[in-house]
């Protein structure tokens, strides 16, 4: 048997490891659960906030696009804001210069204009017939798609883009007015468009799967405003996601904005304010939840750091700990063994006074029995007596004697006594009923006897029993066998 320090030692070891293990299961479920809920309440606000987000910067550069075009339609202003050219212009309109003199007064200030920014490349100026009349700038390398005619327009209004080798250009065109309100011309003013495809493509750095786009209505189709070298123009419906992003340009065309998911892609649309344009952006949604994906698995990382943490600063805490609760625990068993012991007394000493009052309780029930059974077993003992004494008063016997003393008397003539005496004649009879009469009384005496031995013997059982019950406290159903033989079975010897 091992020692009681032995014994507590490994009793500790195994509470601590036991309520260790139990502890880190709890924790775990618990993390889990929280986990899974976080999960489950959060993921998707996460996902809904990077689609708005998406949303959100498309919104972004759908501004900076539509500050470009206000500019360039600033600057387009400014130049035939210009008074004095606008005056040589009226002039030439009411023929009061002749074309050299307006190309030679005109040309240099129009070229001063261009110095305004870097992006224009040239400008093309109509007068009021809408024929070109001066041309500054690389206007003259760019072949009008059907004339000039076709981008004159009430207000100012940006066309759609004209290549130039492999340059991108857009004709802003700004009719010239006078102080009176008179229309006396219109400025094509040709922007490069380099700047514009480097704030449209600046934002494909946010993502290796992020694609911007600024597309406009051509003819029936929608176009690309910076088409790749690999792709077409015009955005033909050849899978989900082209049909999807046509579908986009073409609401964000109308003034419409928001974001779809289409496939594996998320893609937001805004229209661009200043002209009948519409910028999308669409990323992939694994790159776009990325940064969620990150996160959670941050949050994770850290949750696991801080459980086993936890465990660590647990199983430290416990250790010293496991000991005392095992000390306290093997006093509070050995106080409940002890109270154990005490309560089985208890209830032994009960159970033994109780089996006493039990026995005392059948004693006198047997006592009571046995005073019954005795008193029908000395009853016809009673009964017997009373018939023999009956008996001893018969008169047979003094009749036997008168019938001697009859006989002495008459020995001498006792012939004639029995056949000619009357007396003498009826003494046979008297004798015949008097040998009957004794026969009777031999047979009851016989009957009385025997009756009175069994009921002695009846007697002598029931004592016997209880005799025994004393002896070996054998229970009730033991003593006379639950109900008094009756005489005959005496007599049978059952």
């Known amino acids: 048997m091992a020692p009681p320090t032995e014994t507590l030692r490994k009793s500790t070891h195994s509470f601590r490891k036991r ?13 889990l659960s929280v986990s899974l809920t976080i999960y489950f309440t959060l993921f998707d606000q996460l996902k809904k906030a990077e689609n708005n987000s998406i949303a959100h910067f498309a919104e972004i550069q759908s501004m900076a696009v539509t500050e470009w075009c206000r500019r360039a339609k600033g600057l387009a202003k400014q130049i035939t804001s210009r008074t004095r050219i606008r005056e040589e212009l009226e ?54 798609k059907n004339g000039a005619l076709n981008y004159v327009f009430a207000d100012i ?23 009176i309100g008179e229309r006396q011309g219109t400025d094509l003013v040709f922007m490069d468009l380099e700047l514009l495809r480097g704030i449209v493509t600046n934002s494909n750095k946010a993502g290796k799967t992020m694609k911007t786009m600024v597309g406009y209505r051509s003819e029936n189709s929608i176009s ?6 690999t792709e077409q123009s015009a955005i033909s419906g050849g899978s989900g996601l082209n049909t999807a992003v046509k579908n986009c340009v073409s609401a964000a065309v109308e003034g419409k904005s928001g974001w779809v998911g289409v496939e594996d892609m998320v893609i937001a649309y805004q229209p661009i304010q200043e002209c009948n344009w519409g910028l999308v952006i669409y990323q992939n ?3 776009l939840y ?25 199983w430290l805490l416990l250790k010293p700990l496991a000991g005392r ?77 008168k019938v001697y003393l009859d006989f002495l008397e008459h020995r001498d003539a006792l012939q004639v006594y029995l056949n000619e005496d009357e007396r003498g004649r009826r003494v046979f009879d008297y004798m015949k009923a008097l040998i009957a009469s004794l026969k009777r009384q031999r047979d009851g005496r016989r009957n009385a006897s025997e009756q009175m031995d069994l009921a002695v013997v009846r007697i002598m059982e029931m004592l016997n029993d209880q005799q025994r019950y004393v002896d070996n406290e054998t229970g009730l159903e033991e003593i006379g066998h639950g109900h008094p033989r009756s005489n005959e079975e005496y007599k049978h010897g059952s």
């Open 19 to 31: 309520f260790f293990l139990f502890f880190a299961s709890a924790l775990f479920l618990l993390l």
């Open 91 to 144: 002039k030439y309109n009411r023929g009061k210069i002749d074309l050299n003199q307006f190309i030679e007064f005109t040309k240099p200030k129009l070229q001063d204009a261009m110095n305004l920014s870097s992006e224009m490349a040239g400008i093309i100026r109509l007068d009021k017939k809408k024929q070109v009349v001066v041309t500054c700038g690389h206007a003259s390398n760019f072949s009008l």
């Open 157 to 179: 209004e940006l066309s759609a883009p004209i290549l130039a080798g492999d340059r991108s250009f857009i004709v802003v065109s700004a009719p010239i007015i006078n102080r």
């Open 224 to 229: 690309d405003l910076f088409p790749s070298p």
């Open 285 to 287: 949604r694994m790159e």
């Open 290 to 314: 990325l940064p969620i994906y990150k996160k959670m698995a941050l949050i994770g990382g850290l949750s696991l750091v801080v459980y086993f943490m936890i465990l660590i600063g647990f």
């Open 325 to 401: 609760i095992v000390m306290h625990a093997d006093e509070l068993e050995k106080k409940i063994q002890d109270k154990t012991s005490s309560l089985e007394r208890e209830i032994l000493e009960r159970k033994k006074i109780d089996e006493l009052r039990a026995m005392a309780a059948g004693r006198a029930e047997i006592s009571a029995m046995m005073l019954h059974h005795i008193g029908n077993a000395i009853t016809p003992v009673k009964v017997y007596v009373e018939e023999m004494v009956d008996e001893s008063r018969d008169t047979s016997l003094d009749y036997l004697e």
